[in-house]
């Protein structure tokens, strides 16, 4: 298992202000995964963060509004660029744990961060 | 594309009785797996059971197992013997070969006393 910690907790921020949110695994994973909860949704996939390249975002999410940084197999940070209301979310990330029959290994979740933008 | 449909948005069950999870899902991957992840007023997700589609044998973890229909693109999740506990938000999830995990809208399950 693995265990992940996330800074802060949450958050309380200003509409047009950004918010570095990081992620510290306890093991060295390969794969670290940013999702985005909305107040009653399920997690959506933001972007896909290897070490030593660059993140693979999914559809609707851009790096300039969400720059993520790898710079190790155990840290990552995800950056919400010029907030508003409408980015108040959890923002939970994951890592993959062991693969298991060649196949993907369980997704370890951290506690997730609570920003609310006014 | 890969899809996971979740029908269900509240559920509720009396305590010590069973309960059922429906989840549909569409993949064009032949190798996939899928997940049943909690999530609780804590919001910690956590892994409940994981089923992997080449294998016709359902998934069983204690109280909880899966009913896993490959050609009906099936997988409930069924939660026999009812805790306060079981309380939670719960996803359904699928994963391909690209690793990225796909979730349902999630059920909202209440245990009642």
């Known amino acids: 298992s693995a265990v992940i910690s996330q800074k802060p907790s949450r958050d309380i921020c200003q509409r047009g202000t950004s918010l570095t949110i990081q992620c510290q695994v306890d093991?060295?994973?390969?794969?670290m995964f940013w999702y985005r909860q909305q107040p009653g949704q399920s997690l959506t996939l933001i972007a896909t963060?290897?070490?030593?390249?660059?993140?693979?975002?999914e559809s609707g999410f851009v790096i300039d509004k969400f720059p993520i940084s790898r710079p190790n197999l155990t840290f990552s940070t995800l950056t919400v660029s010029n907030m508003s209301p409408e980015d108040s979310s959890i923002y939970l990330c994951?890592?993959?744990?062991?693969?298991?029959?060649?196949?993907?290994?369980?997704?370890?979740f951290g506690p997730g961060t609570r920003l609310t933008v006014l | 594309a890969q899809t996971v449909t979740q029908s269900q948005p509240e559920m509720s069950v009396q305590e010590a009785e069973t309960v059922t999870l429906s989840c549909t899902y569409d993949?064009?991957?032949?190798?996939?797996?899928l997940f049943w992840y909690k999530q609780p007023p804590s919001r910690q997700m956590i892994l409940v059971i994981r089923?992997?589609?080449?294998?016709?044998q359902n998934a069983t973890e204690n109280r909880f197992s899966v009913n896993f229909q490959k050609a009906a693109k099936s997988f409930s999740l069924k939660i026999s013997d009812s805790q306060l506990g079981d309380t939670a938000m719960y996803f359904c999830?699928?994963?391909?070969?690209?690793?990225?995990?796909?979730f349902g809208t999630g059920t909202l399950l209440a245990v009642q006393p």
């Open positions: 963060a290897n070490q030593g390249s660059e993140a693979t975002y």
């Open positions: 994951s890592v993959e744990g062991v693969r298991l029959a060649g196949g993907p290994g369980e997704q370890f």
């Open positions: 999830g699928q994963s391909g070969a690209t690793n990225k995990l796909i």
């Open positions: 089923q992997e589609a080449y294998k016709q």
């Open positions: 993949t064009s991957e032949n190798n996939y797996y």
């Open positions: 093991s060295q994973v390969t794969m």
